[in-house]
């Protein structure tokens, strides 16, 4: 079955270590985002790709960065420069990024940094 | 400025019973899109429905119902003879603005909790 698979689903890290969340996907979409999770908030996009080889900043994209070398994939790095990474992850999906296009989520990684 | 609104925090009710998620948006834009997703203790967000801003009929599937209305800017979403499994948090979320999916605003969420 078509989906999105990330990983790991729970991650820890020392603080001032830099770390990247897995995010793939076999839906051959071709616009990929990221969003953060805190308790009692909305989502907050982070970084979104429309195509491979291009990627734009989101709401907050301080601290993060990403890369998307393969349609399939684009992992996103957490680094030391985020003052307050720990967080629940979510990657998302479109076949496109035309509005209106319901967004599709893994499962999500919760990073914890002590 | 785009801002979705979901005022419940939280909700508790007993199984069977009805219960309505109130969601709330502001938007200058003339076409835009709502939705609504589930997010289970697993984590995952699941999508389950879209509303563009021409169609205001209400629709059904199953025990949920979606009642859209321009006049409130409200797109309630109402879940009739609750059962334990949807025990969830439920986000509201807008789309508009420019022509990408990227600008999609989403309310804080609502948790429902479902005794049984």
């Known amino acids: 079955d078509g989906g999105i698979t990330q990983s790991p689903k729970y991650l820890f890290r020392k603080e001032g270590q830099n770390v990247t969340l897995s995010c793939e996907q076999n839906?051959?979409?071709?616009?990929m985002y990221w969003y953060r999770q805190d308790p009692g908030q909305g989502l907050r996009l982070i970084y979104y790709s429309q195509i491979v080889n291009d990627f734009q900043k989101g709401d907050i994209a301080e601290g993060y960065s990403v890369s998307r070398e393969k349609k399939e994939s684009f992992p996103l790095t957490v680094t030391s420069a985020q003052k307050n990474p720990t967080a629940f992850y979510l990657c998302a999906s479109t076949p496109s990024s035309v509005r209106g296009s319901p967004l599709h989520f893994g499962n999500g990684t919760r990073l914890t940094v002590t | 400025a785009q801002k979705v609104t979901q005022a419940q925090t939280e909700i508790s009710v007993v199984e069977k019973e009805d219960v309505t998620l109130d969601c709330v948006y502001e938007?200058?834009?003339?076409?835009?899109?709502l939705f609504w997703y589930k997010q289970p203790p697993s984590g995952e967000l699941v999508f389950l429905i879209r509303r563009n801003s021409f169609d205001e009929q209400n629709e059904i599937s199953g025990r949920y119902s979606w009642n859209f209305q321009k006049s409130t800017s409200s797109f309630n979403f109402t879940i009739t003879a609750s059962q334990v499994v949807d025990s969830a948090v439920y986000f509201c979320a807008l789309s508009g603005g420019m022509d990408s999916n990227y600008q999609l605003i989403w309310g804080a969420g609502t948790k429902l909790i479902i005794k049984p």
């Open positions: 938007t200058r834009d003339t076409t835009y899109y």
């Open positions: 839906l051959n979409h071709d616009a």
